[in-house]
Nanobody, 123 residues
């Protein structure tokens, strides 16, 4: 499985961006998917995860109420809608896929990772 992120960019505080992650192959619906981020000089951190069917999601406290994760299994794509962006959201955002379930993915254990897409939020 190859994961390719897109949709990053430069936005002012309070603005919105939608990230996309498209997976190769025909087994996308077998994977839980997640978004993580890493800012310069900091560890990678969990942002949001979604289960195989899209019926269960979880978010980091720092993004709850502002970010929404969703998936379209017909398009092999997972999305991260980011609203009310803050400068502290600035980071490289990575997509991840994990077959075994949300528990492992929640702690950053994934079968596959994308290359990342940069999000920069100016104050």
């Amino acid at each position: 499985v190859q994961l390719v992120e897109s949709g990053g960019g430069y936005v002012q505080a309070g603005g919105s961006l939608r990230l996309s992650c498209t997976a190769s192959g025909r087994t996308f619906s077998s994977y839980c998917m997640g978004w993580f981020r890493q800012a310069p000089g900091k560890d990678r951190e969990f942002v949001a995860i979604i289960n195989w069917s899209g019926t269960s999601t979880d978010y980091a406290d720092s993004v709850k109420g502002r970010f929404t994760i969703s998936r379209d299994n017909a398009k092999n794509t997972v999305y991260l809608q980011m609203n009310s962006l803050k400068p502290e959201d600035t980071a490289n955002y990575y997509c991840a896929a994990e077959r075994s379930g949300l528990i492992r993915l929640r702690v950053g254990s994934a079968d596959y990772w994308g290359q990342g897409t940069q999000v920069t939020v100016s104050s």
